[in-house]
């Protein structure tokens, strides 16, 4: 067998190649039927060269085709052509591709498949389970988990659609090798993993540490001066890279702001359409792109050896998260940088990210509760009866249904016979968890070790040693200085980044609104560098617009938005919890503008805050409840309607129908700012 | 938190006895298309013996070739190559049993110690090699009252079959039916109404039961369970109605029969088997206006049973001895006789 893999490696790399240390052991482990084994090695070290020497050598002793689990998005091309040069054939099913899933049915049932990659969440979709795997005309030949430290609730990423594939793990059965791969794992991580991979789990790890890369890390004020400084450095950075950011808005922020200053960067994030997402990936793998900006949402899979370096606009929660991301430099280069920017808004975030990590008990409940009765319910039917955002809503039922609890067919929900109850002491656990990883990355950005030696204690690596060449080790230390002319620029930016108020055109349950509001404007968003902290301030602390910010705001009417048809008055949504706050602003804008100001509409008190209101059905209702109108204070012409802060757009909404409807012309909807950013 | 695992460790982890039982005898992971028949009760019968001879377990069928598959099983397997085909898709049974468990389904074997007694002993080679079920397990082992009728049925029988069902419940003994409409709907709901347990036995398969709501939360609750030797996603059909009509007597204590048709339908020959064979006590309601089938149920030596309670089986001497002595686990499992 020893030649004969060494007769594979030189198939696949060419003659002479050689193993990499522990890649033989690896293969020699996982071919035997019924073994499990768990490899963790950095990533670019060659785990699939493992499971495509393994495959082959399966499948030349007649066993059924491979399946990857893998997070991948889509099938990199020079993996393809990796397999083929063993002459396998990979597929991947994925949501993108489900046109082509006709011709994999065939080629699955004519054992044309050797490799299937799939998603996780693939497990649970009756389409994958009872139409396309029954397909597959033999044994399933190998199963592999990419990225298996998501099995473990004690993984720094937590994925309800992993549990299910835990699950599964110890149920394959005597003769299904098992191979969980991964690049990160601290030793608690490893012993969940291996202990869920089932008995005699051969462990093959490896030194995490890479050579080339140079890490740093830097504590910096607040978001303009990050962006400034990456302004400043990036274009002295090698190659091409990443910047991560933790919300989407930052992603698209933080590209424009490089884009105005002449880098060619784009952002990428889970609300980019896959095909552009694999698009860029294309780019950034063929450096026509200097950097990607990115949520986690380029992730695990994305293999580009030369990447220069990789820099976080904001601390990650977790080393195991951070040494992922970083690690992505330099995989075949001499010298890559790792650098980390952190600011004030980082722990923040990183609290946000773990409060909403789970829906409350109480709410799943509720979301379980409105299942209870029926045979069957929609996503829209269940809004109407939990005040929960819908990706809350959407969050509990995805961990229901990995309990068992709860199932779904074709966008109906229903109620399982199993009895559920909340694991308290588990959430707690995993939360506590999380809190740990995150003082560890406070740790990081402040220790003045050696980075790198400092970063693979963290993971447990028992090869830890003091690299020599990161910033606190003799290396490159970058400048924690940023220009001051820069940082002008990057308020100014922040200060310009008005964002679009798009018109709501339905009623929560589907149903075109009477009345549609024009595109509307907001100066800011909330408590951001630019105008948000001022925003922030006038709301909660001074309780007054002050006049840089309502001078501000008619700039913009009068500058960048002029609405059209022109408005002929101004009113405002009366805030009653925060007095006169909104009408003395609406008022000077109005007398700025040389227009007349009416007060007409009300917000009655004794509701319900609407940003309490955590979904359409909700918010749409009690807009409804608590908004009244003078109507015939309302005057005929076009209206600029002024209200703080917008989040859900349904006080503008259904303020702007009731204007509509007593007579008023066309609504431009204006706020000082939109509710701040979410994640990933 | 309770889970499709603790739903599954409350089985136990499976054994490779259960999936050989599994692969051979339910298409839960057969391959589309692939016209591999599963084996009945008598086959894997068959398929167990030849097993034993060998002095093996049914677990040791995994990764065998096909000639070594053929050599000892010989023809108690219809086709060595089918078989090795079948038993290869341990990986495909292991994603759909967690997919029947995240629906609050899972399957019991002969192999498992959770097989309901009752039918391992008094069924012996008949008894279904696998069973599917939903809601509380410890059912399976309750015995209880059996109350059986046809589907159309009158005022009367109704009332009856009711009684009958909620004197059982107060009296702390589950109920069996068959989970059809008319009789066995009837004192299912009766049953529940007055606090106790129901048993029921499906007819087809159980996934699509389980979804109706007063179903769904009798089995949440506990108080219910139902289960089906079929396929989770199969359709109803007559044969298999009358299959599973000697579970529902087997797994009682007493039978009551409410209403049969004479010498006609399901009701009828499934009374018929199960005085032949007397796993248990059988009555029948004696009442003027009852159906001929009734009257004919007694004359062949059933109990007669004139109020609506829950008769007690200790009350009566069984009519003959049990058709099948009484097995240890192995034997009854491997399909073994005493003399074997």
Known sequence: ?680 | MMDAMDAMDAIGPMSDDARAILLLCTSVAAGRGDDARPLGPAGWAKVAAQVARAGLAPGSLLGLDEAALAQLLGDAVPSAEAAVRQLARTGQLAIELDRLAMRGISAVTLADDAYPWRLRDRLGPKAPPVLFTAGERSLLNAGGVAIVGSRDIDAAGESFAADVASSAARAGRAVVSGGARGVDQTAMRAALAAGGTVLGLLPEGIERRIREPETREALTDGLALLASPYNPGAGFTAGAAMGRNKLIYALADVAVIVASAARTGGTWSGAEEALKAAWVPVFVRQADDAPEGNRLLLRMGAHPLNAPEAPDPATVTPSRQAAEPAAPFVQATLGLDDNA
């Open chain 1, 1 to 680: 067998m020893t030649d004969l893999l060494q007769t594979h490696l030189e198939t696949m790399l060419g003659a002479g190649a050689v193993f990499r240390d522990g890649q033989r052991e690896a293969i020699e482990a996982v071919v035997q039927d019924g073994s499990r084994t768990l490899i963790v090695q950095r990533t670019g070290w060659g785990k699939s060269l493992v499971y495509w020497i393994a495959t082959r050598v399966r499948r030349d002793a007649g066993h059924g085709p491979t399946i990857i689990v893998s997070p991948l998005l889509a099938l990199m091309r020079n993996q393809i052509q990796m397999a083929a040069r063993l002459g396998l054939r990979a597929v991947t099913l994925n949501s993108a591709n489900r046109d082509d899933w006709a011709a994999i049915e065939a080629d699955l049932a004519a054992d044309r498949v050797d490799v299937l990659f799939v998603s996780a969440q693939r497990f649970a979709n009756e389409d994958f389970t009872s139409r396309l795997l029954p397909t597959i005309a033999g044994s399933i030949g190998m199963f592999v988990v990419d990225e298996a430290h998501c099995i473990s609730d004690w993984g720094h990423e937590f994925v309800p659609d992993y549990r299910r594939i835990g699950r599964l793990l110890p149920a394959l059965g005597p003769v299904v090798p098992v191979v969980g791969t991964t690049a990160t794992a601290n030793d608690r991580v490893v012993a969940d993993v291996a202990a869920q991979l089932g008995r005699d789990v051969r462990v093959v790890r490896g030194p995490l540490a890479r050579a080339s890369l140079h890490l740093d890390a830097i504590p910096l004020a607040d978001q303009a001066e990050r962006l400034a400084w990456l302004a400043e450095h990036i274009p002295s950075m090698p190659g091409s890279g990443i910047v991560y950011c933790l919300t989407v808005a930052d992603t698209e922020r933080v590209a424009a702001w490089l884009q105005a200053n002449e880098i060619n960067a784009v952002a990428y994030n889970a609300d980019v359409d896959a095909g552009v997402r694999e698009g860029l990936e294309q780019d950034l793998l063929a450096n026509r792109l200097k950097v990607l900006v990115a949520t986690i949402a380029l992730g695990m899979g994305f293999d580009k050896p030369d990447l220069g370096f990789v820099i976080h606009f904001q601390r990650p929660g977790s080393p195991i998260g951070y040494y992922q991301q970083v690690g992505r430099a330099g995989r075949g280069v001499a010298d890559a940088y790792g650098v980390l920017l952190t600011g004030r808004e980082d722990d923040e975030i990183a609290e946000y990210f773990i409060a909403t990590a789970f829906p409350p008990t109480a709410r799943m409940q509720e979301v379980l509760g409105a299942l209870d009765g029926v045979a069957t319910a929609t996503i829209r039917d269940i809004l109407e009866h939990v005040n929960l955002p819908r990706g809350q809503v959407e969050k509990a039922l995805k961990l229901l249904e990995v309990d068992g609890a709860v199932g779904h067919e074709r966008g109906h929900f229903f109620r399982t016979p199993m009895h559920w109850a909340p694991d308290e002491a588990w959430i707690a656990g995993v939360l506590d968890a999380r809190r740990q990883e995150l003082a560890s990355m406070r740790q990081y950005v402040d220790t003045s070790d050696c980075r790198m030696a400092f970063l693979a204690r963290l993971l447990d690596d028992p090869a830890a040693q003091e690299c020599g060449h990161c910033a606190n080790d003799g290396g490159k230390v970058w400048p924690r200085d940023v220009d001051h002319d820069l940082v002008l620029a990057a308020i100014r930016f922040l200060r310009g980044d008005i964002r679009l108020i798009l018109s709501r055109k339905q009623h929560a349950d589907g149903k075109r609104l009477g009345f549609i509001n024009g595109e509307g404007h907001a100066l800011s968003v909330y408590n951001d560098a630019g105008w948000g902290r001022r925003v922030h301030e006038g709301k909660y602390r001074t309780g007054r617009f002050d006049d840089e910010v309502v001078a501000a705001a008619v700039a913009l009417i009068t500058g960048r938005w002029q609405p059209s048809p022109a408005p002929t008055w101004v009113t405002a949504i009366l805030s009653t919890a925060h007095g006169s706050l909104v009408g003395d602003a609406a008022q000077r804008i109005a007398a700025q503008l040389g227009l007349p100001y009416v007060e007409c509409l009300t917000a009655s008190l004794g509701h319900a805050s609407q940003k309490d209101m955590a979904n359409s059905w909700q918010q749409e209702a009690n807009a409804r409840r608590k908004l009244g109108i003078a109507g015939d204070l309302v005057l005929p012409g076009p209206v600029l309607l002024v209200d703080d802060i917008v989040d859900s757009k349904w006080t503008l909404t259904v303020a702007g129908e009731l204007l509509r409807a007593h007579g008023s012309g066309p609504v431009h909807p204006f706020a000082f700012a939109v509710a701040s950013a979410r994640g990933a």
